[in-house]
């Protein structure tokens, strides 16, 4: 009887030990998490293209401890400095599709709808315009499901920007619609001005002049009602000067 006491003991003496040293380890993990996420998120304000590798550590981190939403967030944020800052699509879209996968894992469906949109537009800067309209149109339909129709607009405004770069001008325009009716109806100044800025160069290339002249006026007409500085007020006032030949958006 008191070896078989003994032996219990030691039983539940080895499995306190190792809960013991795991409860260590994971909370050990998680000060290591903190601290490069500390770490990357003050780099990144300095500079976003320094912060990388640490961001890139991050996203293995949570990777190993079983976090594919803190991973697929990370990738995406790196995407985006490839994608915005140092104008590498390709670069972009790997990060982009380490982003989609682990949201998978994850099981997060407003996130894969979010990177099937961006790395759908991405494709198509980088010349597959065929899988990147597959991808745009697998995001409206996740959209759709979410019911979330800031995303179903963000999406078909995509979609129309990757018809434009194909040159299917009648598509473009058919899409860039449906999303402005969605912006129309919530009154969203800033979604409607931005909207229009790609809309001047789509009804440019349509040898439209009428309908530019409508839409630079309606923009005109919204400048009091947005933030109107940076890129909206540099791509707006550049659009203004362009002649009738297509400007590159």
């Known amino acids: 009887m008191y070896k ?7 039983i539940f003496g080895c499995a306190s030990e190792s809960n013991n040293n795991k409860s260590e380890n994971d909370y050990n993990n998680a000060l290591s998490i903190s601290a490069l ?5 003050k780099q990144y304000m300095e500079s976003p293209v320094l912060a990388l590798p640490m961001m890139e550590k991050l996203a293995v981190k949570y990777v190993e401890n079983n ?3 803190g991973a697929s967030e990370t990738y995406f944020n790196i995407a985006k400095i490839y994608d915005e800052t140092l104008d590498k699509k ?16 994850a099981k997060d469906e407003k996130q894969q709808a ?16 065929k899988v990147a ?4 149109v697998d995001s409206i339909m996740k959209y759709k499901a979410l019911n979330d129709e800031v995303g179903l607009a963000a999406a078909q405004f995509n979609l129309a920007r990757v018809f434009y770069i194909e040159g299917a001008l009648d598509e473009s325009a058919h899409f ?6 969605h912006y129309r109806s919530t009154n969203n100044a800033t979604s409607i001005f931005n909207n229009n800025l790609f809309a001047i160069s789509l009804f440019r290339k349509m040898n439209n002049p009428t309908k530019v002249q409508e839409i630079i006026d309606e923009n005109k007409s919204l400048i009091p009602s947005i933030k109107y500085e940076g ?10 000067k362009a002649d009738n030949k297509s400007v590159a958006f």
């Open 4 to 10: 078989y006491l003994l032996f219990v003991l030691l």
């Open 37 to 41: 996420q500390k770490a990357a998120m």
């Open 67 to 69: 976090n594919p939403k």
């Open 90 to 105: 390709d670069k972009a879209l790997f990060y982009g599709q380490k982003s989609l996968e682990t949201a998978v894992l």
């Open 114 to 129: 979010n990177l099937l949109m961006y790395n759908g537009y991405v494709k198509a800067l980088t010349g597959n315009t």
């Open 133 to 136: 309209k597959k991808d745009i």
């Open 176 to 181: 860039l619609a449906k999303s402005m009716n």
């Open 231 to 240: 890129y909206l007020q540099q791509e707006f006032e550049q659009l203004m």
